[in-house]
């Protein structure tokens, strides 16, 4: 395809995005160090072990030797720019590596020779394919004492399809690869052939090819990889192919190569399949790579928080080309900001680029309010562009924050939010009933890198805890209340009389205030002092401190005194009258029921089910899912999920994963509510 070149002097074509995920453990970060050492990126290869790699450069994954964010670096190779995405690997940090797929159009999944195939492997593959991504599998460490990469291919093509198919073959061990496709290579491999893996390759990738087909089949001709090429990229566009190719990163046995495919094989931006982003009034249109005069539209993919030039937010061209100086439109902002600066990324290192042109990654520094997801585009008229948002985990992992000294909550409020900003899987809220700042992110691991940040980068000194639960309270039955508030001082007396009536609600119908006097017994002007009086108890509860649900109240008569009668007096009288008839009223308890969904390996569905048995889940449903996996729903108290996900992650080897919503509220056990009332210390009757 030929194209007109940027002003960068390069065109789309030339450009290879590619996000290298997998499971933690599987040599990524080493890979790339590699890579970018090989194509002369860098002058030497840094190491996990000395804390000098280009992706993990902040002090946090030096400390902990491994990923917490995604690195962006690059390389050229053949004429080729390749973008490359370091992500996280560890099941805690899936949402940063999910939330910068939109930016790629490959999906590199590096699988560990010795370990095969792990939970984050699975969630990967499964998301890129929902993505429309092309995928690749590079089986890493096959060179290892213990590596198995003939039973990981096996597991790989059972568990992905049989369209899984060797580039590559490991030999003598793993310290050699043998090319299986680009010129077939003379040496054996240690399993299987190069004859019979370039046969199945040639096989797959024809198919889609009719003229291709008849050449091959009928002609008996060779096919070269040039003429594989554009049915080789529909093949992978359409998950038709999953290449799979061997490497160790220790020895670089196989990155030659590797390389090679990234350049020739995977897919430009002209290549992938198209990027949709959703316009004004409902519809969408396609952007177009190959048109540098149309007007810009960009994704922030990534945002990071310097210390020095502040908000840093990653972006993907998807249209036309952005200078330095160019005005663009923020989301859905209207006000249009001016750029200053464009950044090519090197990990932390940002060298200044005159121009970021279709199919780039780059990145803008002090934009303020610009957020994860925002469309950027330089035309006024489009003034409401999104891109379609794909399912991140759930944060269900909580903690609650408490100031350790008094005095700086504006201070941790403004540190949350920047953290906030930078992960899209981390949630923070301020509980209504109980006012604790709440803290939800992916698992233990993940909060607590969050809060090392919190108490180290960001000076902010907390204090943790679970969340409390937010239990409610009601009645089972009806009952009457009475109370006359009558209070002399010295002067002016109050005086007020309440007789009112209550009875319990459908659950979830909340409350009802019924005035049912006559003959002004309380006068009108009155009626709302008592309405206050009985919702300070809603409020505040009756018999724990919760607040208190699905009630009517029903005044129906009282009493006042044309000179002590006042508003404060008849507020008194309603929420002594409402406590007096809750009292009567068997009052109980009403705790929150969470319906849950887990996905978890077949082997762990038994000590799962256990589990939930034994702390009052009761399983509702029960599903197989790809990949020898199940998935159960279950509904769950959720005073009894604090530590399930610890629990879940013991039971299943770090494979188990669930979300969590909350359903319903229903009455809690006699002797969780005797725990609450003993618990519970109310404030003494004025």
């Not at 981390?426 to 909060?447: C, F, K, P, S, Y």
């Not at 007789?499 to 006068?523: M, N, Q, W, Y």
Request: with cysteine.
């Amino acid at each position: 395809m030929s194209l007109a070149l940027a002003p960068n002097g390069r065109s789309a074509d030339a450009i290879r995005n590619i996000a290298v995920v997998g499971h933690a453990g599987a040599g990524k970060t080493t890979l790339i160090e590699e890579l970018l050492a090989l194509s002369g990126a860098i002058p030497a290869a840094g190491s996990i072990a000395n804390g000098n790699t280009v992706s993990d450069h902040s002090a946090a994954e030096k400390r902990l030797g491994h990923s917490l964010d995604v690195g962006v670096c690059h390389l050229e190779h053949a004429g080729r720019i390749i973008h490359l995405l370091d992500t996280p690997g560890y099941p805690d940090f899936l949402g940063r590596t999910l939330s910068v797929l939109p930016a790629v159009e490959t999906a590199a999944v590096v699988v560990n020779a010795r370990h095969g195939i792990e939970f984050v492997t699975r969630e990967i593959m499964a998301a890129a394919a929902a993505r429309g991504l092309c995928r690749l599998i590079v089986v890493n460490q096959c060179d290892a004492a213990d590596a198995r990469p003939e039973a990981v291919l096996a597991a790989i093509r059972e568990s992905f399809g049989r369209e899984c198919l060797p580039l590559n073959l490991p030999a003598q061990g793993g310290s050699r690869i043998a090319d299986c496709f680009f010129e077939p290579a003379d040496i054996a491999p240690d399993f299987s052939s190069v004859a019979t893996a370039h046969t199945e390759i040639t096989d797959q990738v024809v198919e889609l090819d009719d003229a291709l087909m008849e050449i091959y089949l009928e002609q008996g001709e060779t096919i070269s990889p040039e003429q594989l090429h554009d049915p080789f990229e529909k093949a992978l566009r359409g998950g038709h192919l999953i290449p799979v190719c061997f490497t160790s990163a220790r020895t670089r046995a196989g990155l030659k190569q590797l390389l090679r495919v990234f350049a020739s094989l995977m897919p430009s931006p002209l290549e992938g399949n198209p990027t949709s982003i959703q316009a004004s009034g409902g519809r969408s249109f396609r952007t177009d790579p190959t048109d540098y005069a149309a007007h810009f539209v960009g994704h922030v993919f990534r945002i990071a928080i310097d210390p020095y030039i502040g908000r840093l937010a990653s972006f993907r061209v998807h249209q036309g080309q952005l200078r330095t100086g160019d005005q663009i439109y923020v989301g859905e902002k209207r006000k249009g900001v001016k750029v200053a600066h464009i950044y090519r990324q090197q990990g932390a290192k940002m060298h200044e680029v005159p121009t970021a042109a279709s199919g780039e990654l780059c990145a803008l520094a002090k934009i303020e309010g610009i957020e994860f997801n925002d469309v950027l585009h330089a035309s006024h008229d489009e003034d409401s562009l999104v891109m379609p948002r794909h399912p991140l985990p759930e944060p269900n992992h909580a903690l609650a924050l408490t100031m350790a000294q008094r005095g700086q909550e504006k201070k941790l409020a403004e540190a949350l939010h920047k953290l906030a900003a930078e992960d899209p899987s981390l949630a923070i809220a301020q509980d209504g009933q109980t006012q604790d700042t709440v803290l939800r992110g992916l698992g233990e691991l993940h909060l607590r890198s969050v809060l090392e940040r919190l108490r180290g980068d960001l000076g902010v000194d907390v204090e943790t805890r679970a969340p409390r639960i937010p239990y409610r309270e009601t009645v089972t039955r009806a009952a009457d209340g009475h109370c006359r508030h009558k209070k002399q001082t010295g002067g002016a007396g109050q005086f007020g009389e309440v007789h009112l009536k209550i009875e319990p609600l459908r659950r979830g119908a909340g409350f009802e205030f019924v005035d049912e006097t006559v003959g002004g017994s309380i006068p009108g002007q009155y009626i709302p002092a008592v309405e206050k009086g009985v919702r300070q108890v809603l409020s505040q509860g009756a018999v724990t401190g919760n607040p208190m649900q699905d009630v009517r109240v029903v005044v129906y008569d009282g009493k006042h005194h044309p000179v002590d009668s006042k508003e404060v007096a008849f507020i008194a009288a309603g929420r002594k009258a409402f406590l007096d008839a809750v009292g009567k009223a068997a009052p109980v308890v009403l705790e929150p029921i969470a319906r849950i969904e887990v996905t978890l390996p077949g082997r762990a569905v038994g000590d799962v089910s256990g589990q939930l048995a034994g702390i009052r889940g009761r399983i509702t449903g029960n599903e197989t899912a790809a990949g020898n996996r199940v998935r159960l729903t279950a509904e769950v108290p959720l005073a009894e999920l604090v530590d399930f996900q610890t629990t879940l992650k013991s039971l299943t080897g770090g494979e188990g994963r669930f979300t969590l919503r909350l359903d319903h509220y229903d009455p809690a056990p006699a002797t969780v509510q005797r725990s609450l009332e003993a618990a519970w210390r109310p404030q003494p009757e004025s």
